[in-house]
């Protein structure tokens, strides 16, 4: 009976983490993938300890190898990546001052101050999530638009560059084709001065027979 009863124990112990497994995984998923700290489940500020052991736990948690889960592949995804964010300072503060600026622009639209209950509220923070979302969409919007004018002008340059190259290939090989008739063109000119041409030469003759 003994045996049977830590049979049961062990199998509602194995369900009750795929079930911990499969509901981070879901949470991983649900949240705003670019919003490296939901994706963690952290707050703004915290130490690059938490951020470290934060990730060590919820990847051995919901690691592919460790669950049958399907999706667990893009939630390890999503970990890693926002790891990575966290990790990386310049990546970090720019995520951080975006979450920022969602705080300023929610309390703005509120009529807010910091010292209104209001901004500790669930409510509040639910709403600030959302906004945080809002700004970093803008701001990839804004970075794309740039990275697409970059390449139009990239573009245009390169256009140029080559247009530049060409006008200089053909002026040299004008150049080129000038010179190789150089020795032609100036023994023509020789024989003209000297009047060496075949109709030149039977028109003097004619004149002098003349005279004679």
């Known amino acids: 009976m003994g045996n049977e009863d830590g049979d049961i124990e062990a199998e509602l112990l194995a369900a ?25 489940d952290l ?40 790891q990575i964010t966290l990790m990386d300072e310049k990546l970090r503060a720019e995520l951080e001052e975006h979450i920022s600026d969602a705080r300023m622009l929610l ?12 901004t500790r509220g669930d409510e509040f923070a639910s ?25 139009r ?3 245009r340059a390169q256009r140029k560059e080559e247009e530049e190259i060409a006008e200089r290939k053909r002026k040299r090989e004008h150049d080129d084709a000038w010179e190789k008739t150089r020795d032609t063109r100036i023994n023509s000119w020789r024989d003209f001065q000297k009047g060496k041409g075949p109709e030149d030469g039977k028109k003097k003759k004619k004149k002098l027979k003349v005279m004679g």
């Open 107 to 118: 309390m703005r639209e509120r009529k807010l101050t910091a010292d209104d209950e209001e």
């Open 43 to 82: 707050q703004p500020g915290v130490p690059e300890s938490d951020i470290k052991k934060t990730y060590r736990n919820k990847s051995l948690l919901i690691h592919p190898d460790k669950t049958t889960n399907p999706k667990a592949p893009e939630a390890f995804d999503r970990l890693k990546k926002a």
């Open 16 to 40: 009750g983490r795929e079930l911990d497994k499969d509901g981070e995984i879901d949470r991983i998923l649900s949240v705003f993938k670019l919003n490296a700290y939901a994706v963690l």
């Open 127 to 151: 709403a600030w999530r959302e906004k945080t979302t809002w700004v970093i969409m803008d701001n990839e919007k804004r970075k794309r638009r740039q990275m697409e004018a970059q390449m």
């Open 153 to 155: 002008e990239e573009g």
